[in-house]
């Protein structure tokens, strides 16, 4: 498998907005908060998503790569199929609360809360489910409690978040082409990359979002159909954990019917049934 390029993508990102305008002065946004309450608004609408995605993922334990089908419900509610050509090898799911994972690889079933390290036990996302939701949505998790600036350069809103602690979080959202005439309310905003750093400098963990395509809203009571703009490429990296997961969707579906039971499930007879606690929470 080739090594995933980092620095060419980004060059690539770059230099594909280069030159691309800011709104005028009295268009852009003045407040970082209202420019990313307006992304989050245009993006409500995407309540349920089914989807199929390609995951390569490198981490301690080496790297693996494989077809994912996926159910996520928001705020928090997620389940991944890890699929061959035999059916499921795995099932990870999680109603917000629960955390289960079944491994027909090992006749293994564990359970138990929906923390970030059980979530990343198939994924390669140690996020919570709730913020695994959201990234695959094209949104970031935030720094609480950080003060906000906001500029504009090529195309680009650019929010810089700083904590209390000395961390700063860094968040890019592209003015959609053509929207720069218009007003604030009324452009459209993509998600590209949000990071955090610690306070020396360190990478603590960054998201990219990339190829947005517009998915129909089947919802939607106009005349076409509205939809929403949903990366179909997202990439997370924890560098300290050595986390690289690559995410490539195949296929979005907007708003589908949810099974009932989509997100519990109980083990299969003959399965060793094994508890996995989550660390305790850090004051």
Known sequence: MRPLAAPA????????????PCPAPALRFTEAGAALRAHRSMRTHARVVRAEARIDRRDEGGRVHGTVLMFLERPDRVRFDAMTPLGPAAVLTSDGHTFALMDLREDRFFIGGACPENIARLTGLPLSASEVTGLLLGESPLLPDADETLD???????????DPEGRHQTLILEVRPGDAARAPSEQR???RSSEVRERDGTLAWK????DYRVVEDPDSDATPRMGVA??????????????????????????????DGAFVQSPRPGLSVQAVACPPSVP
């Not at 993508?9 to 691309?20: F, I, R």
């Not at 998201?207 to 990339?210: E, G, H, L, P």
């Open 189 to 191: 905003l993509r998600l």
């Open 9 to 20: 993508l980004l060059v690539a990102l770059v230099s594909a907005c280069a030159g691309a």
């Open 230 to 259: 949903m990366p179909f490429r997202v990439r997370f990296e924890q560098p300290a954990a050595g986390v690289d997961t690559l995410v490539n969707f195949t296929s979005i579906d907007l708003n589908a019917e949810v099974p």
């Open 207 to 210: 998201m990219a979002w990339d």
């Open 152 to 162: 504009c350069a090529e195309g680009r809103y650019v929010i810089t978040r700083r």
